[in-house]
């Protein structure tokens, strides 16, 4: 199926079947337990046609993996190599911002690994692709501009795996940070840099005889006795999961202070249950606290539309699976970063982090300020993908991904580009019209939850 049939040849009546259809089977057991949830999660994506593509990467790969094998972009860049790699799995022009590495670095790179799994690594660059081609329509950019720019982004990619397949070892590591950046990413490194642990905690936290304890607001819950129990319990389990090089060495560090039930995420985590833990940190001082979130994992969309039997008994459960991607594709992750289990589900634990800013699209009006940034964000998606493969410490991708996908390519970079682009561009058409037709099903009350 070509560029500009994809996710076509259906009435407007036969696509929102396809697009309820698809949200049941991906989100039913999560809008049963908490319909209030999902219907905040709808509302929002039926704010504007890419918030609606954030939240709908379930209907993504319905499109993309369509028509049996090969899929409905059965395309010429993958083979049984690059078929199959670590991939983010929702790359957006949103998922990107900074964090603090376990070497004590701030660095700007992708985020939220919920999605990640095994894939072909044009997946990422067509969701990504289909993103800014949105992005770029709601700032009105013109079409040609749009292309030029999603071509940006593509010969990052290229140029990034490039650089990975000349150097002679992985320590010629890609990093973007306040040494070597400009422009809307360094402004969100140095705004990461002013912010404090202790007024993340002043804000979640207050001070009561002498300790910190979670503050009461409309987003937390306190918990019975018995959940409470439940939740220490799996922290404990969470503890053994900290690799050895990662853990600290401070006997008091991990000692729990508190645990409140957390609601109020974003899209992609409408209705899965959540913790909050707090812990001593690197001493007793009330600002060296340390804030971990506990949340339930889902299962990736990706999955839904592979064959999964050569990982499925790889993984655990979905938090085992989140953090193992997430271990493969970020090279210096959060120290803190484990997994659990309650209740016999798969939970993710991460640092609640106040050094994590998104990059801010809102100043991004004209052309070469996008270009400027897009082809920074092809190569920290090129380093994600090349940094997973076998000079990681997992090992379901045992050969270097920049040479398969460099192999993959040879001799038509161009035509790569051009093929990107195409598809990118349609299918943000196609995610607007999908848009109106979810508003007026989630009006109807067809889409699985009540509008009110």
């Known amino acids: 199926m070509s560029a500009a049939e994809l996710g076509r040849g259906m009435d407007d009546d036969e696509r929102t079947e396809l697009i309820i259809s698809t949200f049941a089977d991906a989100f039913a057991p999560l809008m049963e337990a908490d319909p209030v949830a999902f219907r ?15 939240g709908s990467a379930s209907l993504f790969y319905a499109d993309v993996t369509a028509g049996g094998d090969g899929g409905a972009v059965d395309d010429e860049w993958v083979d049984e190599r690059s078929g199959r790699i670590w991939v983010h799995g929702d790359l957006h022009v949103e998922n990107f911002g900074t964090y603090l590495s376990d070497v004590g670095r701030l660095v700007f790179d992708v985020n939220d690994f919920d999605e990640a799994y095994l894939g072909r690594w044009t997946w990422d660059l067509l969701r990504f692709s289909a993103s800014l081609a949105l992005v770029g329509w709601q700032k009105a950019l013109p079409e040609a501009d749009v292309r030029d720019l999603v071509g940006t982004y593509v010969d ?3 140029s990034q795996v490039d650089d990975y397949r000349d150097a002679r070892d992985d320590a010629a590591e890609f990093a973007l940070h306040l040494d070597n950046t400009e422009g809307p990413i360094h402004l ?13 905690l002043d804000r979640s ?32 389990r969470y503890l053994r999961t900290i690799p050895e090089d990662k853990r600290s060495d401070r ?31 690197h001493s007793e001082a009330l600002d060296n606290d340390v ?18 039997g050569t990982v499925e008994g790889y993984f655990e459960h979905e938090g085992h699976r989140t953090v193992v991607s997430q271990r493969a594709l970020q090279v210096h992750t959060d120290p803190l970063l484990g997994w659990t289990d309650l209740d016999g589900v798969g939970y993710v634990v991460s640092e609640v982090s106040p050094y994590e800013v998104d990059l801010d699209w809102t100043g991004l009006t004209e ?40 192999a993959s390519v040879e001799g038509r970079r161009e035509e ?20 109106a037709l979810f508003v007026t099903a989630f009006r109807e009350g067809r889409i699985g939850v009540s509008s009110t």
């Open 40 to 54: 905040g999660k709808y509302r929002t994506m039926a704010r504007d046609p890419h918030a609606f593509y954030r």
């Open 156 to 158: 990052g990619y290229l």
């Open 188 to 200: 969100a490194l140095v705004r990461a840099r002013q912010r404090s642990r202790a007024d993340l």
């Open 205 to 236: 936290t207050v001070r009561a005889d002498g300790v910190r304890v979670f503050r009461d607001d409309t987003s937390v819950r306190r918990l019975p006795d018995e959940e409470r129990e439940r939740v220490e319990a799996a922290y404990e």
């Open 251 to 281: 006997a008091l560090f991990y000692d729990l202070r508190d645990v409140v039930g957390k609601s109020g995420f974003g899209i992609g985590s409408a209705g899965l249950p959540a913790y909050n833990v707090l812990i001593e940190g």
């Open 291 to 308: 804030v971990l979130s506990v949340k339930q994992a889902n299962v990736p969309a990706i999955s839904r539309f592979v064959d999964t």
């Open 367 to 406: 052309p070469e300020q996008v270009a400027d940034v897009v082809g920074l964000l092809g190569r920290a998606t090129a380093k994600i993908h090349c940094a997973s493969d076998k000079d990681s410490e997992q090992d379901l991708v045992d050969f270097q991904v920049e040479e398969a996908v460099a």
């Open 416 to 435: 790569l580009r051009t093929w990107v682009t195409d598809v990118g561009l349609r299918y943000a058409d196609r995610v607007r019209a999908d848009h």
